[in-house]
């Protein structure tokens, strides 16, 4: 069982808020990823890190930007959010070294309004 | 960089079996990922497969790869309405790069 953790599961807000998506895994993983998730299912990679102060953008551009203060910890912020915003954001985690698995949590869908 | 390519959608009645298609175009990807989705919820590892395998066998699922042509198949035995779901095929771009997802199969099970 994956101990990777999001949170809220559903955030509805106002166009302008900003907002920050929580990530915390306990299994120790070097590696962690943002991927954002169309209605139409497919999953696009918006941020990566591979360890503590390391951020990458991913392939999608990206409005939302991350932090990697702690291992266990990744959050996505949203400095003034929009309706194009609007979607699904799931979290992943892989331990180092090549092929590795990644584990996901459960999700943030999210709704600006 | 890498592509997955899978077919959007694929409909079977229960206790048929079901084979869901994937092409990659890296042919240095390392190991090849199925993972499911439900509804809802994150994506979770299926199975998963060496390149130099020709197939893995799990309980139910059985994975192809054929290298030459890049192709990866999941075949589902006996498949049940809980196997309805949304499977994605995956593969890094190389051995320590994220994994690259198809689009998704979306799998219906009919009673």
């Known amino acids: 069982e994956a101990d990777i953790y999001q949170t809220p599961r559903y955030l509805v807000i106002g166009t302008g808020k900003k907002i920050t998506l929580e990530c915390s895994q306990t299994?120790?993983?070097?590696?962690m990823y943002w991927y954002q998730q169309d209605p139409g299912m497919e999953l696009h990679l918006i941020h990566y890190?591979?360890?503590?102060?390391?951020?990458e953008k991913g392939d999608l551009s990206s409005e939302s930007t991350v932090s990697r203060i702690r291992t266990e910890h990744f959050p996505l912020t949203l400095e003034s959010a929009r309706p194009s915003h609007t979607s699904q954001y799931l979290c992943a985690s892989s331990p180092s070294g090549t092929g590795t698995e990644a584990f996901f949590g459960q999700g943030t869908r999210l709704t600006v309004v | 960089g890498e592509d997955v390519e899978q077919s959007l959608f694929l409909s079977v009645r229960e206790g048929d079996s079901s084979v869901i298609n994937c092409t990659y175009t890296d042919s240095s990807s390392t190991y090849l990922y199925w993972y499911k989705q439900e509804p809802g919820a994150g994506l979770q590892l299926l199975t998963y497969i060496f390149s130099n395998m020709d197939m893995k066998q799990d309980q139910r699922l059985t994975v192809l790869l054929n290298k030459k042509d890049k192709h990866l198949s999941l075949r589902i035995a006996d498949t049940q309405t809980g196997d309805s779901a949304i499977y994605f095929c995956a593969s890094p771009v190389s051995g320590n790069t994220p994994l690259v997802f198809g689009k998704g199969t979306r799998l219906s099970v009919i009673a």
């Open positions: 299994m120790g993983h070097d590696k």
């Open positions: 890190s591979y360890g503590v102060n390391s951020t």
